[in-house]
């Protein structure tokens, strides 16, 4: 079992950065893709980054792209989200996942683990 913890949101202006963090309990950590994803209110949840287990694959959705940044530490066992030049349309709830099969993973189906979310509201 993994649990995930996110830490990081908060309240930002337009154009402000913030990053986002999350630590994994477990030895495994390492294994495993990790993913960042986010829900607006009354939207679906999407699929903003993903990162292989290696660090050497990683996926941006086109609406970030250019501006997030995601990485991890797999001696620390966190992964993160580096956000820069926020919109006021980045503002949702970020969850971060992992998945087992530790290769590149976009769906959320193939994502094992999640963490409760961190909240991110970018005022215009």
């Known amino acids: 079992q993994v649990q995930l913890v996110e830490s990081g949101g908060g309240l930002v202006q337009a154009g402000g950065s913030l990053r986002l963090s999350c630590t994994a309990s477990?030895?495994?950590?390492?294994?495993?893709?990790m993913g960042w994803f986010r829900q607006a209110p009354g939207k679906e949840r999407e699929i903003v980054a993903a990162?292989?287990?290696?660090?050497?694959?990683?996926y941006y959705a086109d609406s970030v792209k250019g501006r997030f940044t995601i990485s991890r530490d797999n001696a620390k066992n966190t992964v993160y989200l580096q956000m820069n030049s926020l919109k006021p349309e980045d503002t949702a709830n970020y969850y971060c996942?992992?998945?087992?099969?530790?290769?590149?993973?976009?769906?959320?189906?193939?994502?094992?683990?999640w963490g409760q979310g961190t909240q991110v509201t970018v005022s215009s």
């Open positions: 477990g030895r495994t950590f390492s294994s495993y893709a």
């Open positions: 996942a992992a998945a087992r099969r530790g290769v590149l993973a976009r769906g959320e189906y193939e994502y094992d683990y």
């Open positions: 990162i292989s287990w290696t660090g050497g694959f990683t």
